[in-house]
């Protein structure tokens, strides 16, 4: 058995002069939690489409749990859930029904309890999808993706347009489904959430990868530095902080002394000479790098929440 | 083909859930009725035996096929394309083709619906009559109904939203409903109108449907039951061919 669960590469695709993928390359491996990150319009629903067999690239080669997509995707389906950025249900189907009608597409048995159990619908068991909050759509098509025991679960944006509460609660569940059989994949435009859940992520920036490995290993390679901020008063002298921070760089910005410090190991060696210096440390903030920035380290342009 | 039953009873089940989406399809053929009935009541035509509610509740449930089988299967997926429904069914995953038959198991199913208002209110305000052999009036029943549906397949594969979807399908609709026989007899049409009518399918059913309801064999339509084959036929291989997801 093949250890990876996808292989793309050089994946194109092109809707009339708008080129949504344009080379897009990586691999999965059996087990992991793999995202793919990136703003909107990046290519990551297109990727996901593709992997899925509901769209042909335009060139490229793929295998999807040794499975070409554009060829078998309706073999490939029947193994894998996949929840889908912006489908539907009809208004009046109730959520039981909705999953004993997809267990039987999926020729599975119906397990409709243990699923609404564990993605914490039980109470809505009777509501019509018409009737359910954002959340709890999203929720049932986790559900609904879970019906056949797929060995690739897909997630395309799970939790956009959810309010904080509705996000975390959904990132349990991925944290549930962890194990060595399953591997999953989530597309997401928020950062913070592909840094918390993934085991390796792939930085997209349209409609290619610019960057992939662990959120860690990301953030070591691309912004090794950080950030420590003082906030001092007026009356603050900068030699201070320099004197005591050596060749990085320190700079005043209105009440605050903003520090470039070259990696998390100098920052107890600074704070303890500040504190020797006599450098009143009542206010002090250390800000460590994320994937927002790994972004615009590897880009170059900021990264839009739009 | 269990997968097809049951996403059919799924579509029965939400289409009497909510009535208002067919309303339409059962009641329009039925205010006909009452509105020609009361104009032309069911006393025996000259030199005849039967009256017009005899001959022409035909008619009637032809409108019920078409409006079920045309309007209300475009329309129908047409919503369903439009919200990502689709989409969703895909992922599942089933081919058109099962989609298809299991949208054509829930139009056929309300069509029956609807024939039998229309058979109540006839006998019991008109006191019509039926000479007609009843199962082969029930095979050209279905069989018109597949051959509509089977039209409806080809804009209910192809329309993207809700919207384009009623053109699609009032385009199809109401020249079928006034030149095949349904809203007025065809004997009042033009010589070239009825012509063009012929190459309608309704045409063909409602013509067989009349025939069988006052006594004729079903072996005498064999052109009709062809025609409609036919149409479901190229139908189905059409929304093969064409039919979109998204």
Known sequence: MCVHAVLASDLKKSYGTVQALSGMSFQVERGEVFGIVGPNGAGKTTTIDCLAGMRKPDSGTMSVLGLDPSRNGRELRKRIGLQQQESELPEGMRVSEALELFACLFGAKPRSKELLVRVGLSEKAQSPFSALSGGQKKRLFVALALVNSPELIILDELTSGLDPAGRRQLWNLVNEFRSPERTVILSTHYMDEAEKLCDRVAVMDRGRVVAVDTPRALIETYCPGMVLTLECGSDFQIGKALAVNGDQKAVMKDEYCVMDLAGPEVVVPVIRELSGAGVNLGNLHTKTPTLEDVFLVATGKEYSHE | MSKTLKLCAMELKLYLREPSAFFFTLIFPLLLMLLFGSIWGND??????????????????????????????????????????????????????????????????????????????????????????????????????????GLGFIPASLARTARSGTVIANSLYFPMLFLSGAALPRQMLPDLLKKVSEAFPLTHSIRMMQGIWLGDPITEYWVEMAVLGATLALGGFFAGKLFRWD
């Open chain 2, 44 to 149: 025996p035509f000259p030199e005849a035996d039967y009256g017009y509610i005899d001959a022409f509740t035909s008619a009637f449930i032809g409108i019920v096929i078409l409006t079920a089988g045309i309007s209300n299967l475009t329309i129908g997926i047409a919503t369903y394309r439009e919200k990502g429904i689709l989409k969703r069914f895909r992922a599942a995953p089933i081919s058109p083709v099962s989609f298809l038959l299991a949208q054509m198991g829930a139009i056929l199913a309300v069509s029956a619906m609807g024939v039998i208002l229309l058979l109540i209110a006839g006998k019991v305000i008109f006191h019509m009559q039926f000479r007609g052999n009843s199962l082969e009036a029930f095979a050209a029943f279905f069989l018109s109904c597949c051959g509509i549906a």
